[in-house]
């Protein structure tokens, strides 16, 4: 699986939107960009994932360059519960165990009052 | 999304005892599973995976005979940490993969181990 590259921390305004940011220069054709977070102490929490078109859920939107070689996950409007470890996984999609996911170091959000 | 437990949530063990730790996907069927460790200000790290009626795929450095993985149903898969010492205190973390598309993993809540 490619590797990414990511800062090792952010810093946030409450109520702003943080764009996190993310490289993956080499990622394959068929591979995903995946975005998990991990609040301290807890399991980490699928936040989106993507091929190639812009994605949005209830919790983030994530914006894929065209060439695929970077991306950004937006937080619209961040709350102090927003403080975690955000990762940037790439990934094949699909099942069984060839499809684990690889975590790196992640970026420290810190969500400001 | 979907919920996966883990249980226990915290454990406290003697050293050279053996304590389990349980992993359930609890609404949806699961034939791979996966188990990570994380130690204090690092990342997670794959340790192996799960896999329902076969054996574990161990990655490399890990020890099978010291992390026993059994996955005998489609909800369940069970991690024994066995002649337990103080450098395994550690978070373990499990995860469930759905086996529809998309495919996502869904984490446990981990348990925390401490080996005195």
């Known amino acids: 699986d490619a590797k990414t590259t990511q800062p090792t921390s952010m810093d946030c305004a409450e109520g702003r939107a943080a764009n996190l940011p993310c490289n993956h220069s080499t990622i394959s054709g068929n591979e995903y960009v995946y975005w998990y977070r991990q609040i301290h102490s807890q399991g980490p929490q699928y936040i989106i994932h993507g091929l190639k078109n812009n994605e949005t859920n209830e919790m983030a939107s994530l914006i894929i360059t065209e060439d695929r070689k970077s991306s950004t996950l937006i937080l619209p409007h961040a709350t102090l519960r927003d403080t975690a470890v955000y990762y940037c996984i790439v990934r094949r999609s699909g099942g069984g165990s060839n499809y684990k996911l690889t975590f790196g170091k992640g970026t420290l959000l810190t969500v400001n009052p | 999304g979907a919920v996966v437990s883990q249980h226990p949530s915290r454990v406290i063990c003697k050293s050279g005892t053996s304590v389990k730790i349980e992993c359930r996907s609890l609404?949806?069927?699961?034939?791979?599973m996966f188990w990570y460790r994380q130690f204090p200000k690092k990342s997670l790290m794959l340790m192996a995976t799960s896999n329902e009626g076969s054996k574990a795929t161990y990655e490399q450095g890990v020890e099978k005979d010291k992390f026993l993985i059994n996955h005998a149903s489609l909800t369940l898969s069970t991690l024994t940490v066995t002649s337990a010492h103080p450098e395994d205190s550690s978070f373990y973390i499990c995860?469930?993969?759905?086996?529809?598309?998309?495919?996502?993993?869904?984490f446990g809540p981990g348990t925390r181990l401490t080996v005195t």
């Open positions: 995860s469930a993969m759905r086996q529809l598309s998309p495919y996502e993993q869904y």
């Open positions: 609404d949806f069927q699961a034939t791979t």
